[in-house]
């Protein structure tokens, strides 16, 4: 890790702590899948108004996996991308209950292969209810570590394993909790509050 780097991390760390932090409520590692599935091009804040009926409703796995598509897709409507957001919540909920049994996998391989399921969905499972180290690459995320130098990539996938060179193991998680909240609060896509800035010094793009 390049001092650079490291000066970062204990700037963030210093200013937003060092708990993990989830922004999607749940009780259940599925309930977690779920409403990851439904964040994508979704804000955690309306995934969450719509997870709090929806759980209440489909409150078993077995429910979701029987679930009618189009009665699902009205419940859902709101996150967005609704039709292919309930058939892929359908099948994957039909392969945790007939190939794993109800549990949801561990594996990174096992985990997108489920229907819906990507690398970023995958990382927030195996994060947060595994504490599996994990690179979680958003669009806060793609952005801000862009800008910061840590990566020149557009793809995900090679911004994740950008990060995973340049981050030590234990701020993997951690990064994308910071980077959310630095995201939202400070480093806003629109209109970013430079002055209000911790990390200017290291940022490509401030004058």
């Known amino acids: 890790m390049t ?11 210093k200013t937003y702590g060092t708990e993990y932090i989830c922004y999607l409520n749940y009780e259940t590692p599925w309930q977690l899948l779920i409403a990851t599935i439904l964040s994508a091009q979704c804000t ?7 997870t709090t009926d929806l759980f209440q409703k489909y409150d078993t796995l077995e429910k979701f ?20 957001k309930a058939k892929n919540i359908i099948s994957c ?17 096992a985990l997108t292969s489920l229907a819906g399921v990507g690398r970023k969905t995958a990382n927030v499972v195996r994060g947060n209810i595994y504490h599996e180290p994990s690179v979680v690459v958003d669009t806060h995320v793609k952005r801000i570590s862009r800008k910061l130098g840590l990566t020149k ?15 030590p193991k234990d701020h993997w998680i951690l990064w994308n909790i910071h980077i959310i909240t630095f995201g939202r ?18 940022c490509k793009e401030h004058k």
């Open 93 to 109: 909920t039909k392969t945790l209950v007939e190939t794993y049994h109800g549990e949801v996998p561990k594996d990174l391989k």
């Open 44 to 50: 955690d804040a309306r995934v969450n108004i719509v």
């Open 185 to 202: 609060t400070i480093c806003t896509a629109r209109s970013p509050k430079c002055e209000e800035c911790f990390l200017t010094k290291y």
């Open 3 to 13: 001092k650079r780097t490291k000066e970062i991390l204990e700037l963030l760390d």
């Open 65 to 84: 996996a029987d679930a009618d598509l189009k009665e699902l897709e009205k419940d859902i409507r709101s996150t967005g991308f609704y039709h292919n």
């Open 153 to 167: 990539e557009e793809d995900p996938v090679k911004i994740e394993f950008d990060l995973m060179k340049k981050l």
